[in-house]
């Protein structure tokens, strides 16, 4: 069975600029989550998608991050602009169901500088 | 905000030796789960214990869970240097399955 991919696996730019993360679930899973995690921290969740629809995305700051979900399976990700402390590694999971355990892709580390 | 908080921060041992490490939290929850992240495979799932559960295995995996004391534990017995990873733990909100991480036990496996 085929794990998340992710795509880039690292990205660096500098602040004010834009970037687009790429994420394409397991197979039949419904639920995709975009988390982000800075060094030494756990993962935190930005937003989650149900199918098409988004469940939570109450610490996704919208002034500057967007997501969409095509067609219930990939997603994309995108900061606009950019700032330092975005800088991170933003990991894309998804599972069957929403109380089920999730799957990570391997992530990707962004540098903005 | 922190749900879980995961206790030693940083632990090392060598190999042959048992790891533990606890998690605490505040809310109450529907299950918790532990992951592993390392370099090389990222984050992945070890187990999913239930608020109705008080103790799970796998492999060389223990986990228990008392819900009165709002705190869980993972056990790896007979430790490899290939268990050299972060360990967090996740709990949902009790009413929302959004998975909230704490911030981790780093343990180290000396050969």
């Known amino acids: 069975e085929a794990g998340v991919a992710q795509s880039p696996r690292y990205k660096i730019i500098e602040k004010r600029q834009s970037v687009a993360f790429w994420c394409n679930p397991i197979s039949g899973h419904a639920t995709l989550y975009w988390y982000q995690q800075i060094l030494g921290q756990g993962p935190k969740l930005l937003i989650q998608f149900q199918n098409n629809g988004v469940v939570d995305d109450s610490q996704l700051p919208k002034d500057r991050f967007s997501a969409e979900r095509l067609k219930g399976v990939d997603s994309t990700l995108k900061i606009q602009p950019a700032k330092l402390e975005d800088s991170a590694v933003y990991l894309c999971?998804?599972?069957?169901?929403?109380?089920?355990?999730?799957?990570f892709g391997p992530g990707t580390r962004l540098t903005v500088t | 905000s922190q749900q879980g908080e995961e206790d030693p921060q940083a632990l090392s041992i060598q190999e042959g030796e048992n790891a533990t490490m606890n998690c605490s939290y505040k809310?109450?929850?529907?299950?918790l789960q532990w992951y592993r992240q390392n370099s090389g495979r990222g984050l992945v799932h070890l187990i999913l214990i239930r608020s109705n559960e008080r103790e799970k295995h796998s492999g060389r995996l223990r986990v228990t869970l008392d819900t009165s004391k709002k705190s869980s534990s993972l056990l790896i017995t007979a430790s490899r240097a290939a268990d050299t990873a972060s360990y967090f733990c996740?709990?949902?909100?009790?009413?929302?399955?959004?998975?909230?991480f704490g911030t981790g036990t780093r343990l180290q496996v000396f050969p």
């Open positions: 999971a998804s599972s069957f169901h929403r109380a089920y355990e999730q799957y």
């Open positions: 809310t109450s929850i529907n299950n």
């Open positions: 996740a709990t949902d909100g009790g009413n929302t399955d959004k998975l909230i």
